[in-house]
């Protein structure tokens, strides 16, 4: 029997990339030969040739909403992407085509509906973004995360899912986690993750209260690339890193409390993991104000206090860290309540389905 083959995409950021990651196992299991198409130098690449996946490189410009000069030259190098896409599904002869969003899909997208090829996207968000709105009517069925995503997409394409998650974060060991630090006390754990590329203003807030919070709290950052600070490195219950992989699970583990972004991918590892948390969205200023949507649902049903990014001062930070830690139970309680589970099974079952 011939052996069933997808081809995936997604890319632009870790976001558009990771709950592939987590597909790929369970993809592997059940006897998908598994490719990937994304561009030359994206995020996406080196994070799935590390998995030994065969990577298609194409050409994809950039989706903006703002004015920029390369908004001229970009729809060129998605015209020439599309021709790259359609060119690789077809001597490839997938059987499905899934995909995770970002500006690199839309290409892939079209390219598998001129050849027919059933397509599955994925939307994290609770709208969906630029890349996935013009990707909808070339798609067969739109995975949503939120309830509230389906009045956003025609009913007969939207299926409620939740997000994929990757099961090794399940996997996680806290007496490793805090070895990897070498914290010397039991103080709790506060985790802060600013996103895969960083958040400069949650790192100049946690550094500004940096010894408010160690007197408290044992502290993981994870910044950002680029953006470690030597000057505190000799501060034992400080422990920086850019971006962590391998060790993540074991550092989700050991912590007890996390601030972070309201990117939908980290929001659902953290109710999946039932771990305590304060989100600050990215500003509708520098975004399409989707983090502050995911942030409100989550406000909303109980799992996360959140501060919007334009209120955000040290005196709030610490007093809504306080109330957190001070109240974690209730949130963990609310958290083991929820019905939103991890994702994967209910898109791979999808993906059985539509497969040509």
Known sequence: MKKLKIIMTGGGSAGHVTPNLALIPKLKKIGYDIQYIGTQNGIERKIIENENIKYHVISSGKLRRYFDIKNFSDPFKVIKGIFEAASIIRKEKP?????????????VVIGAY????????????????????LAVPFCTKICVTFPESIKFIKKDKAV???????????????????????FEDNKPILMVIGGSLGSKIINDIIRTNLDQLLAKYNIIHICGKGNLENKFSNKKA?????????????????????????????????LALKKPNLLIPLSGKSSRGDQILNAGSFE???????????????ELLIKKLEYLYEHKDKFIMKMNSSVLNNGVDSIIELIKKCTK
Do not use: W
């Open 238 to 270: 400080y422990k920086q890193f850019d971006y962590v992989r391998e060790e993540l699970a074991d550092l989700m583990a050991a912590s007890d409390i996390f601030i972070s972004r309201a990117g939908a991918n980290v929001i659902f590892e953290l």
């Open 114 to 133: 001129l050849n027919k090829v059933p397509v599955i996207t994925h939307e994290s968000d609770m709208t969906p973004g630029l890349a996935n709105k």
């Open 95 to 107: 059987n499905i085509v899934f995909s995770k969003g970002g500006f690199v899909s839309v290409p």
């Open 300 to 314: 909303k049903s109980g799992y996360s206090l959140v501060v919007q990014e334009e209120k955000l001062t040290s």
């Open 160 to 182: 409620l899912t939740g997000t994929p998650i990757r099961t090794q974060l399940f996997s996680g060991s806290k007496l490793k986690g805090r070895k990897i630090c070498g």
